[in-house]
């Protein structure tokens, strides 16, 4: 275990994170989740002038969304690929009055204990070493009666059919050689609420947003599985049994079945929130 200091910069899929694959991802996720999360969105009883964090905001997908949605609300985004926050601070700058955007890494953000209304974290704790303390960073920045809303991605949650290849098997296979290489859990989703019940919260649920070929634009929903293989399919190469053209030759079978007309295919998306309790045991 890396001494306290040196955790604010853990990063494994910093590569990744700053790739154009990335800024894609994020778009077509957000284009796929986000219908399917208002509503769980707007369960929270928050506040007019709510303050909201979204930690590790990437683009400001989300962050830009959250501020569409609670327009009294004053949101701020924080990440550490610096290209990302520029990326935000641009493409929403017609925002910049309630929304901002801050390098700060979610294992030590800078603000004050009980600073936010609703803190929410976006498809980040499976893809850095220890969920537990972003989880105990987050809590301790919401003030109690707030909200924490966490995706929590879990990647033995994607079915596709069978074809010459058995999806099944990369995402068997995949996750958890990558996940034991960077020392993540790319299950994480299964375990999150585990992570949350540790830390004494109240009202702990857990939903999914169904990204699937029925719910979701078989575009946008292969736009994803394009930008994971384009991001993702060296690095599977190099730390998992899976060459990257046998992951390149996965990925494409994937895609070519969402976008056919006649096949299904589903990847579960874990949403979790609970509420800081007031009296904390
Ligand atoms: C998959 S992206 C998700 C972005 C955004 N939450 C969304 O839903 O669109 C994960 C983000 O976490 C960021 N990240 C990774 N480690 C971080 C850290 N220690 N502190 C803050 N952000 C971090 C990455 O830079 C990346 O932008």
Redo the contacts with the bound molecule.
């Keep these: 275990m890396p001494a306290q200091s040196a955790v604010?910069?853990?990063?494994p899929?910093?590569k990744q994170?700053?790739d154009e694959s990335?800024v894609r991802?994020?778009?077509a996720?957000?284009q796929a989740?986000w219908p399917q999360e208002v509503p769980l969105l707007r369960r929270y009883s928050l506040p007019p002038e709510s303050r909201i964090l979204?930690?590790?905001?990437?683009?400001?997908?989300?962050?830009s969304r959250l501020a569409d949605l609670f327009p009294r609300a004053r949101v701020l985004?924080?990440?550490?690929?610096d290209a990302?926050l520029d990326f935000a601070r641009t493409r929403y700058a017609h925002l910049a009055s309630r929304l901002a955007f801050e390098h700060?890494?979610?294992?030590?953000l800078t603000a004050a204990d009980a600073s936010f209304d609703l803190t929410?974290?976006?498809?980040?704790v499976h893809?850095?070493p220890y969920p537990d303390r972003?989880i105990a960073e987050l809590v301790r920045v919401t003030r109690p009666g707030g909200h924490l809303h966490v995706?929590a991605?879990d990647y033995g949650m994607l079915h596709f059919p069978r074809g010459a290849l058995d999806p099944s098997d990369f995402w068997h296979l995949v996750p958890a050689a990558f996940g034991a290489k960077t020392e993540t859990d790319l299950f994480v989703g299964r375990n999150a609420f585990g992570l949350l019940a540790a830390m004494n919260l109240a009202d702990i649920t857990m939903d999914y947003i169904v990204v699937d070929t029925v719910r979701v634009a078989r575009g946008t929903f292969a736009a994803i599985l394009e930008a994971w293989r384009d991001g993702y399919a060296e690095p599977i190469g190099e730390l998992t049994p899976i060459t990257r053209e046998s992951a390149l030759a996965y990925f494409d079978q994937m895609i070519a079945d969402v976008r056919d007309p006649r096949r299904y295919a589903v990847w579960m998306v874990p949403v979790l929130s609970a509420r800081v309790p007031f009296a904390r045991s």
């Design positions: 604010t910069d853990l990063n899929q910093a994170m700053a990335m991802n994020l778009a996720q957000a989740i979204d930690a590790g905001c990437g683009t400001g997908e989300a962050a985004g924080v990440d550490i690929v990302h700060q890494s979610v294992y030590a929410v974290c976006r498809h980040v893809a850095i972003v995706i991605e």
